[in-house]
């Protein structure tokens, strides 16, 4: 069992260079089953969450390496398999073989991914879209198993979900005809995984838009991406600062797009530049209340962080409103807030937080990604000893976090137990 023990009361400041895009990073991982050659992925973070993907991707016979940061991975001689449970559970990212196995062998079995704490995250729009391009699916207890050639159809997505809308894009990109996805998801990860597979060779028009038009083609072959920053890390290592009062400047954050995340940042008080490859952030003595945050798809303030603003209203100066509206229980992370001294008040969708003037150092547990980056967050500003466990949840989507505030003044070592 691992933890993090965090000192509280250091001003995080400093520079650090941006970690690759998690979210990018997976779904190009899947895609690369479409390319028959070699894919070369650069700026790829070193997280369990693509160490993960790369296991279960490897098991089609493709050649994937991971070294500094550039991923290999040549699936010319790939095979389908069945994703099983274990191997599902383990990574969100491994739905999007869907598309790609049936984009590529017109066939694939894949275990239901499962839910987790911030949802039950059932695939039934990925079913929808993938039946619509005349897959036949069949749904079994254990999973979703869908044979044949996909063809390009007229789809409109209800909701625009990035899995879905990833997934119908994997399936169209090598389908029969020409496909028109309505409704799509624009966070910038589908556009990424767009413009990688056009850079193979496949046709998508209206990236950036909720409205592709794909038309199918032969195959695809491989091709060299270079993954912009993740937006979501950028926003916790600046809500850092924001909460410690310190100043953090991010490098290699090129392209990385901050919609929906900065206004919040700056309305909590935190004073934000943004040139074209830098991002700085710089905490003020007091953290404003922000009096009513929305989560919402792209480009609206994005889910992901809603755990970090959430801490960071906890030690605000008033009472701040979230409304959780991508996922049904994001607010797990709430009790462990609490026993720091936050004062939370959760309802369904909505937490209130009234701010307090000071958190205190405790022994909690992460039980998502984001929750626990929330958690590090908490006991960098709070005083005393934080004790963090779950720190494998951390660790799917953040390369060398603690290394990363070690380098911004925290104090911070993660501590294996015997
Ligand atoms: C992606 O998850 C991200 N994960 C999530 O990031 C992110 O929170 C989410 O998009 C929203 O932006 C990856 O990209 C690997 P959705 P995804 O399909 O694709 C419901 C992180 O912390 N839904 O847009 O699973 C679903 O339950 C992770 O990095 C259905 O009901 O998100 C949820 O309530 C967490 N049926 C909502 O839609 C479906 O078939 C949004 O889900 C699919 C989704």
Redesign the pocket.
């Known amino acids: 069992m691992a933890y993090a023990k965090v000192i509280g009361g250091n001003k995080i400041e400093g520079e650090a260079v941006l970690q690759g895009s998690?979210?990018a990073a997976?779904?190009m991982i899947a895609a690369s089953v479409l390319c028959r050659g070699g894919v070369r992925i650069e700026n790829c973070p070193d997280i369990s969450?693509v160490r993960e993907l790369l296991s279960v991707l490897s098991r089609t016979g493709a050649v994937c390496k991971l070294e500094n940061h550039v991923l290999t991975i040549d699936a010319s001689e790939a095979v389908p398999f069945s994703i099983d449970r274990e191997q599902a559970k383990k990574?969100?990212?491994g739905?999007l073989f869907l598309g790609a196995f049936l984009g590529r062998f017109h066939e694939a079995w894949i275990a239901y991914p499962g839910g987790c704490v911030?949802?039950?995250?059932?695939?039934?729009?990925?079913?929808?879209v993938l039946r619509k391009l005349h897959i036949a699916l069949e749904e079994t207890e254990e999973g979703v198993y869908g044979k044949g050639r996909p063809v390009g159809e007229r789809i409109e997505l209800p909701?625009?979900?990035?899995?879905?809308?990833?997934n119908a894009v994997l399936a169209a990109v090598c389908a029969r005809g020409r496909t028109e996805l309505f409704g799509a998801?624009t966070?910038p990860?589908v556009s990424e995984l767009c413009r990688f597979l056009n850079k193979a060779g496949a046709k998508i028009h209206g990236v950036g838009t909720n409205y592709l038009v794909i038309d199918g083609v032969a195959e695809l072959h491989g091709a060299t991406y270079r993954l912009t920053g993740d937006r979501?890390a950028a926003g916790t290592y600046m809500t850092a600062a924001a909460m410690t009062g310190g100043e953090v400047v991010l490098r290699e954050t090129e392209g990385v797009c901050m919609d929906g995340i900065l206004p919040v940042l700056r309305m909590a008080g935190t004073t934000i530049r943004q040139e074209k490859n830098l991002l700085v952030a710089t905490g003020n003595d007091r953290v404003l209340a922000v009096p009513y945050i929305r989560t919402a798809?792209?480009p609206a303030f994005?889910?992901?962080m809603q755990s970090q603003v959430l801490a960071l209203a906890a030690k605000a100066d008033g009472d701040s409103v979230i409304c959780e509206t991508?996922?049904?229980s994001r607010f797990a992370v709430v009790p462990e807030l609490r026993k720091m001294g936050a004062e939370v008040l959760c309802d369904g969708q909505y937490a209130v937080v009234h701010g307090v003037r000071q958190l205190y150092g405790a022994t909690v547990r992460a039980t998502?990604?984001?929750g626990g980056a929330a958690l590090l967050l908490a006991g960098l500003a709070a005083e005393g000893e934080t004790f963090v466990y779950g720190d494998e949840y951390i660790a799917r989507?953040y390369e060398d976090i603690y290394g990363l505030f070690r380098s911004l003044g925290a104090d911070v070592v993660r501590v294996e137990e015997s």
Do not use: Q, W
């Open positions: 998690k979210n997976l779904p969450d990574t969100r990212g739905v911030i949802g039950a995250r059932p695939i039934d729009l990925h079913c929808a909701y625009p979900s990035v899995g879905a809308t990833e998801a966070e990860e979501i798809p792209f994005p889910t992901d991508v996922f049904e998502d990604l984001r989507g």
